[in-house]
């Protein structure tokens, strides 16, 4: 299925009798391979393509007129195929992705071969999967397909299923003797991977789907992640030997992990894969593609942890990029943009589940705008907010050529004005603003660039500084000359300066900067480093008023250091700055960085 393809989070009803099946056996699937990076080139930038989920998961009237998930057909594939290389390819969109279902009936009933390996169903693939392939490759386009991890319950046969090329070998020497399940859904049986057998399993899976030209695999269900936790749920074995088997056809096969993948395993999920999903599905399972609510808008959350492990040979994948289709879509327009917006600055592959064959004409235009797919596939490295993670955000990245891409954000329900202010870039006087959605250059810019957006609006900007780098004065926040209150305290920190940090800062605890000195009044940018694994808001406040709750985007873990910037009104002379967790959890602090001039 979709991004997670049986993927949808078990949480949500719709997916429900998937995800049923699937625990019952009733959806059956081998692990998914991928080839360790003997092609240099192989995700040297994200992918783009197409991919069948996210019409396969919708209620959208007319798109699974046979069923649930039943628009999986090789004639929709074929379809798209051809929609896709004659109007997106030129672009850089390349990849044909069939998900989850090709190997079932549309009732969902699963078909193996004699050695336990999915079999296309004849009705939805009468051509089987390799002619599948040799059409889309025929197109000057990729085949990508789908395998969910672990040996399916449906691929068992009573232990008894040679494996092959595996002289021996059955389906009982390469699980756990007591037969525990493992993926997002509980649908196959954990393979034991100190069992010889076992990587022979997944060589055989690898080699079939290498003989019928496969490109790209995803591997769905992948764990730490997928809803599940645990050794039960621990693939990271899988995607080894995946890796392993893909490298060992000697066919460069691009491998997607889904979904939902822990963060602590990212060293792994970069080992083994070109790119990994960090967010459930972004489909609704409701009467459209997606929805904003549904979590197309937790990206913006979720994302910025992630961001330092993205880089050539791997990506953060954020998932289908359903813009095109308007009403089907289920956005706003404004929404659609800030949605493609996102996935750019993310440098997410460009992949989208929107029925190219009735593309509106606004969605067409956020598909191939030349300057945004340049963001997601040029040099710029990926962005990060770069302002607390508020209602009004910006995001941004330092381009190899001293500019910077910068991304504007209204995530609130009704309009409101977004300014991005050259000193949280680190810089001051003026710069010039390229608009990148509407090609178009704005003119030059002085200290700051603000853009009134409507609800969940959105603007893309190259920024060219004009003016001089910006010069700071540091203050440690374990510094003596610092106030702690409640339980707040000083701790080790290796990814800190000065390897120190203010920690504990929770139900009370507070921090407060002293003699914080500036040479004249005004609104100063204040950079703030810290630390947090996950989201956390503090209150801000400068001489003991006006305190603003911010919400601080997460590092990742808690040994990554980050910062962003808040606007703070300080007097001339000394100052104090103070973090007040309030009743709730704030990030640990590091230091603050005060601009010597506004």
Known sequence: MRSSSYSVM????????????????????????????????????????????????????????????????????????????????????????????????????????????????????????????????????????????????????????????????????????????????????????????????????????????????????????????????????????????????????????????????????????????????????????????????????????????????????????????????????????????LWAIAKSPLFTGDDLTRLDSYGLSLLTNKEVIAVDQGATPPARPITPSDPQQVWAAKNPDGSYTVALFNLADKPAAVSANWAALGFTGKAAVRDLWNHENLGSFKDKVTEALPAHGSRLFTVTPHGSALAYTGYEAESTANTLAGNASVADCSACSGGKKVGNLYLGGKLTFNDVVVPKAGTYQVKIAYVSGDARSAAVSANGGGAVSHKFPSTGDWGTAETVSVPLTLKAGSNTITFDSGNSYAPDIDRIDVPKSY
């Not at 003997?38 to 998961?57: D, I, N, V």
């Not at 990508?144 to 020497?173: F, R, S, V």
């Not at 939902?260 to 593609?289: F, M, P």
Request: net charge negative.
């Open 10 to 341: 078990p949480v949500r009803a719709l997916r429900a009798a998937v995800v049923l099946a699937l625990a019952a056996g009733a959806v059956t699937i081998t692990p998914a391979a991928h080839a360790e990076t003997t092609a240099p080139a192989l995700a040297a930038k994200p992918y783009m393509g197409w991919s069948s989920w996210s019409m396969q998961s919708s209620k959208y009237p007319g798109l699974n007129p046979d069923g649930d998930y039943s628009y999986l057909t090789e004639a929709n594939v074929a379809k798209q195929t051809d929609a896709l290389a004659a109007k997106l390819k030129k672009y850089g969109y390349e990849y044909v992705n069939i998900d989850a279902g090709w190997w079932m009936d549309k009732t969902w009933k699963t078909g193996y071969d004699q050695y336990g390996r999915q079999k296309a169903d004849p009705v939805r693939f009468p051509s089987g999967m390799k002619a599948v392939a040799d059409r889309i490759h025929s197109k000057g386009l990729k085949a990508g397909i789908y395998l969910p991890a672990g040996l399916e319950k449906g691929a068992y046969g009573d232990g008894k299923t040679p494996i092959w090329n595996a002289d021996g070998c059955t389906t009982a020497d390469i699980v756990y003797s007591d037969l525990r399940t493992t993926n997002g859904w509980d649908s196959a049986y954990k393979i034991d991977f100190s069992r010889p057998c076992a990587q022979k399993y997944i060589d055989s899976q690898a080699q079939l789907i290498a003989g019928w030209g496969y490109d790209f695999l995803k591997l769905d269900g992948v764990g730490p992640g997928s809803g599940k936790s645990g050794d039960q749920y621990d693939n990271v074995a899988d995607v080894a030997a995946w890796n392993k088997a893909i490298a060992a056809t000697g066919r460069p096969i691009h491998l997607e992990l889904s979904w939902s993948l822990d963060i602590g395993h990212a060293a792994d999920w970069q080992k083994y894969s070109q790119g990994w999903r960090i967010d459930t599905d972004v489909e609704c399972y409701c009467n459209t593609l997606v929805s904003w609510e549904n979590s197309v808008d937790d990206r913006w959350d979720d994302t910025p942890g992630w961001t330092k492990y993205a880089g050539p040979g791997g990506w953060n994948d954020l998932d289908s990029l359903d813009v095109g289709n308007g009403e089907m879509d289920g956005l706003t327009k404004a929404e659609r943009q800030s949605y493609a917006t």
